[in-house]
């Protein structure tokens, strides 16, 4: 979550896009990288 965060207030990402992205790096890194870490994560809600 702090990563998703950090790509929305930080790097001025979309929701959906900042989720991706830090599922990504999720993914990628060796420590986090089984799906029980990122991929519970989704968008609900209206954005505006």
Do not use: C, H
């Amino acid at each position: 979550m702090q990563k998703f965060d950090q790509k929305i207030l930080k790097e001025g990402l979309k929701p959906a896009v900042a989720l991706r992205q830090a599922q990504i790096e999720m993914f990628n890194n060796e420590e986090f990288s089984q799906a029980n870490y990122w991929a519970g994560f989704t968008l609900q809600g209206e954005w505006k």
